[in-house]
């Protein structure tokens, strides 16, 4: 079992900061991907920011130069900086991690509960 909880939303105005933190736990083998994804209100989830296993970074580019993702890797944890947030970026962020659980050999998606986001004045 791998369970991931979620940190950090809340409310702020625009041009303001957050910072999201996801800490997996359970029975992990190896984690070799670790991702922060975005649902708005009625809209598709999207993937906002990723990280992998050597650490090479993807982003949207929509936070490009105002987002960055990072990891700590001794603790199983993501973290989203974000910074000079918009209204827009308003929205349901959850956290995915790509891992190996004990006594498989293959890899599987997990997800987090969602924590919101809400830039507005």
């Known amino acids: 079992q791998v369970q991931l909880v979620e940190s950090g939303g809340g409310l702020v105005q625009p041009g303001g900061s957050l910072r999201l933190s996801c800490a997996a736990s359970g029975s992990i083998v190896s984690i070799y991907q670790m991702a922060w994804y975005r649902q708005e209100a009625r809209k598709q989830r999207e993937l906002v920011a990723s990280?992998?296993?050597?650490?090479?970074?993807n982003y949207a580019d929509s936070v490009k130069g105002r987002f960055t993702i990072g990891r700590d890797n001794a603790k199983n944890t993501v973290f989203l900086q974000m910074n000079s947030l918009k209204p827009e970026d308003t929205a349901v962020y959850y956290c995915?991690?790509?891992?190996?659980?004990?006594?498989?050999?293959?890899?599987?998606?997990?997800w987090g509960k969602g924590t919101l986001v809400t830039v507005s004045t």
């Open positions: 990280i992998g296993s050597g650490g090479s970074t």
């Open positions: 995915n991690v790509g891992a190996i659980p004990v006594g498989s050999s293959l890899g599987m998606d997990y």
